[in-house]
């Protein structure tokens, strides 16, 4: 079994800056893709961004600019900085990995339970 567990959300205000990590421990061959999704009150869970193991990166359109991935594979860690915040990034952040569990490329989706992220205006 795979565990995933976050830190780093919390309470600022509108402009300010955090820094989310998410660190997966567990038996396992290697992971793949990680990311960071999002969901807001009554809303879907939606896609922030994704990093390869390779260091490939995406974004959604409206964190471009203002939020960066980025991962350290030794640590099997994936951290999400975020700058300019807004109100509108009010939501719990959801980290993600696809994880091998032996050297087949077949993959599992793991979750984290989710971090608490909210901007004040």
């Known amino acids: 079994q795979v565990q995933l567990v976050e830190s780093g959300g919390g309470l600022v205000q509108a402009g300010g800056s955090l820094r989310l990590s998410c660190a997966a421990s567990g038996r396992f061959f290697s992971i793949n893709a990680m990311g960071w999704y999002r969901q807001a009150p009554g809303k879907q869970r939606d896609l922030v961004a994704t990093i390869t193991r390779g260091a490939k990166t995406n974004y959604v359109d409206s964190v471009k600019g203002r939020f960066t991935i980025s991962r350290d594979n030794a640590k099997n860690t994936v951290y999400l900085q975020m700058n300019s915040l807004k109100p509108e990034d009010t939501a719990v952040y959801y980290c993600?990995?696809?994880?091998?569990?032996?050297?087949?490329?077949?993959?599992?989706?793991?979750w984290g339970q989710g971090t608490q992220v909210t901007v004040s205006s």
């Open positions: 993600s990995a696809e994880v091998r569990h032996t050297v087949a490329v077949v993959t599992t989706t793991y």
